[in-house]
């Protein structure tokens, strides 16, 4: 059984930082590109950031651009989002997931096999 279990979220004020982790269990992690997602109130799911398999390539969305940065330890079977400069926009349930096949930047959430059950963070002005 795959699981994808988020955590770190939380309540931090403007220009704070958070780390979001995402453990895995069930499937070959290394085999598997992560990417992260966020859901607002009211909005639809948007696309984060992505990393390969390797972890050598990397793709963030503009809004989160320099101040977000994703990684994965694969030994961990872990894939985190550290987060820096919050803004109250980027309050949301964020999602990480993964997908298998070849590494390409998968920016839709249809490109993605597995999905976790999000945590939620929220950005105080």
């Known amino acids: 059984q795959v699981q994808l279990v988020e955590s770190g979220g939380g309540l931090v004020q403007a220009g704070g930082s958070l780390r979001l982790s995402c453990v895995t269990s069930?499937?070959?992690?290394?085999?598997?590109?992560m990417g992260w997602f966020r859901q607002a109130p009211g909005k639809e799911r948007e696309f984060v950031s992505t990393i390969s398999q390797s972890g050598r390539n990397k793709y963030y969305a503009d809004s989160v651009k320099g101040r977000f940065t994703i990684s994965r330890d694969n030994a961990k079977n872990t894939v985190y989002l550290q987060m820096n400069s919050l803004k109250p926009e980027d309050t949301a349930v964020y999602y990480c997931?993964?997908?298998?096949?070849?590494?390409?930047?998968?920016?839709?959430?249809?490109?993605?096999?597995?999905w976790g059950q999000g945590t939620q963070v929220t950005v105080s002005s």
């Open positions: 997931a993964a997908a298998s096949g070849t590494w390409y930047i998968r920016r839709e959430d249809r490109n993605y096999d597995y």
């Open positions: 069930g499937l070959p992690f290394a085999n598997y590109a």
